[in-house]
C-alpha cells in the first residue's frame, strides 16, 4: 500500500484473518483479462464507504474506481460472501475468548416478548 492510510483500513492482523475467506479474483488469468485490483484495497474502500456513509461515486481516488469497488462488493453480496465471513469470524472470536463458538443460552426480556 502506497498511500497514506485510512482510519477504516484493515490492520495486517485483520487482513490475515478475512483474505483466506475471500474468493481469488477471475479477472487477470493468464488466458487473458484486465489485471485484477487488489483485493485488500478493495475491502478497505468498501469499509471506506460503509463507514464514512457516502455514495460509491464519492470513493477517494487513491482506492480502484468506484465500479470495481462496487461489483465486487454486490458479487460478494449475492454470493453470501460477506455473511459467510461474518459467521467464520465470530466463530473464531468467540473460541479465543473461551466460549463455545455458537451461542448455547437465549436471554428474552420483557421488552422481545411484546
Known amino acids: 500500500m502506497t498511500r ?4 477504516t483500513d ?3 492482523a485483520q487482513w490475515e ?9 477471475r479477472s487477470g488469468t493468464p488466458r487473458g483479462g484486465r489485471p485484477a485490483a487488489d483485493t485488500r484495497e478493495v475491502v478497505n474502500a468498501v469499509l471506506y464507504v460503509l463507514r464514512a456513509g457516502g ?3 464519492l470513493l477517494p481516488h ?9 461489483t465486487r462488493f454486490r458479487l460478494w453480496r449475492l454470493a453470501g460472501v460477506w455473511d459467510r465471513a461474518h459467521d467464520a469470524l465470530r466463530r473464531e472470536v468467540r ?3 473461551g466460549r463455545p ?3 448455547e443460552t437465549l436471554r428474552v426480556d420483557s421488552q422481545t416478548v411484546k
Open 4 to 7: 497514506k492510510p485510512y482510519p
Open 10 to 12: 484493515l490492520t495486517d
Open 17 to 25: 484473518r478475512l483474505q483466506p475467506l475471500l474468493p481469488s479474483p
Open 55 to 57: 455514495s460509491w461515486r
Open 62 to 70: 487513491d482506492f480502484p474506481c468506484w465500479q470495481t469497488v462496487y
Open 95 to 97: 473460541v479465543e475468548a
Open 101 to 103: 463458538p455458537t451461542p
